[in-house]
């Protein structure tokens, strides 16, 4: 039993957890980062507390530079060359932040892909109100905001129907923040790692049995003998994006899926000697691995798995394209020539020597392979022609 004590927390999210516990005896780690993370009004994505960028806890691509939308607009639009100019044509951004990313692919379709705009309609699922809010106001900042407001509705996994969509489902960032469950190794068994309180309402980590058989079946599935490994060996499983990946499944009728995230292959991700899994918490840019410290005011986050996306995927019908990493993938859609183009004298006339230095940054820390460009794009598909590759696909090793 290993006990945690919190620091700056937020005092009504410690209370509901605390009661939640005391109700069950002890909860999972899944339900506790779901409170952390979610809790309505309280959690860390939905206090509004809890900020990206240069006055939050870390950065995401849209807020180095609006050129990484740029390119993912680009994807998008081969993206409907390919299905054949659908009406609509439907993109669905998935875990929208601030509305950085929408509003950057929003501009660049409206500026520079006019045959598109017509039929394109934009759908954002996020479940948090506060952040919905910030989202339109984001756009309606920008140029052409209203125009660009218009394209956007924000749904909720209700709100599809089956085979309802013909487009992109994407994410940035996103599925490395799902609730997981934590696992140990203990005397030759996979056991769940449990939250509980001690008397002083510390919270504290207790080892039992498998909340569900699932967890077993995660490593099956992967062909790991778990079991094997030695005593003390702690990772995670992210259960809820094998859900998630299923509804993108059930909805989609023609056209691909793009994940962003940092993360591994299972061969890797599962490694024994990474016996202490991914576990990470991000408070004001400093990086730990305590996710009890800070409640409500840290994002706790964990490497993907793209070797179960990929299976579970198969398994719902989406033929995985390639898993590059993000340098490849840009690479693909002309990163090189945004490099070019700040050197131009026609684009650097509008721009201070600080800012085209300080885009020349943003686009290096993309590709990256000690920073972003280590980052993992899994391309999936449904119903459409998978040769030849699609551009982000061109360059993948």
Request: with cysteine.
């Amino acid at each position: 039993m290993i006990t945690f004590s919190t620091s700056n927390d937020n005092p009504t999210l410690k209370t509901a957890i605390a009661a939640r516990i005391k109700s069950e005896g002890h909860i999972t780690f899944a339900d506790f980062m779901e409170m952390a993370l979610y809790y309505p009004d309280e959690g860390y994505y939905t206090n509004r507390r809890g900020l990206i960028g240069a006055r939050g806890d870390f950065y995401t691509a849209p807020h180095l530079t609006p050129l990484f939308g740029e390119l993912l607009a680009r994807q998008f639009a081969e993206m409907w060359e390919r299905l054949g100019h659908p009406e609509p044509f439907t993109l669905v951004e998935m875990g929208a932040g601030q509305g950085l990313l929408a509003g950057d692919i929003l501009s660049q379709l409206y500026q520079n892909k006019p045959e598109i705009w017509p039929t394109l309609e934009y759908r954002i699922v996020e479940i948090s109100e506060k952040l919905r809010e910030a989202q339109a106001h984001r756009l309606l900042k920008i140029p052409k905001g209203a125009a660009l407001l218009d394209k956007v509705s924000w749904n909720s996994w209700g709100d599809f129907e089956a085979e309802s969509i013909n487009g992109c489902f994407f994410s940035n960032e996103l599925v490395d923040a799902f609730p997981v469950h934590l696992v140990t190794i203990q005397n030759g068994q996979l056991q769940e790692i449990y939250v509980g309180l001690d008397e002083q309402e510390n919270f504290i980590e207790e080892v039992g049995p498998l909340s569900t058989p699932a967890l077993d079946e995660y490593f099956q599935r992967l062909g790991i003998d778990i079991g094997s490994y030695e005593d003390g060996y702690r990772t995670e499983v992210n259960l809820r994006s094998l859900e998630w990946l299923e509804q993108i499944a059930i909805t989609l009728n023609r056209g691909y899926v793009v994940t962003i995230d940092y993360g591994y292959e299972a061969a890797s991700r599962y490694h024994p000697k990474r016996s202490s899994g991914t576990l990470q918490s991000y408070y004001q840019h400093q990086v730990h691995t305590n996710p009890y410290l800070n409640l409500g005011q840290q994002d706790i986050t964990t490497h993907v798995d793209f070797s179960t996306l990929a299976l579970v995927g198969e398994g719902k019908g989406l033929k995985s394209l390639g898993l590059p990493k993000q340098a490849e993938f840009l690479g693909g859609l002309g990163i090189a020539e945004m490099f070019t183009r700040l050197t131009s004298p026609d684009y650097a006339q509008n721009y201070s020597p600080a800012d085209l230095l300080q885009q020349r940054e943003a686009l290096l820390r993309l590709i990256n392979p000690a920073a972003m460009g280590n980052f993992q794009v899994l391309v999936q598909a449904k119903n459409v022609l998978t040769e030849p590759k699609l551009q982000g696909l061109s360059l993948m090793l």
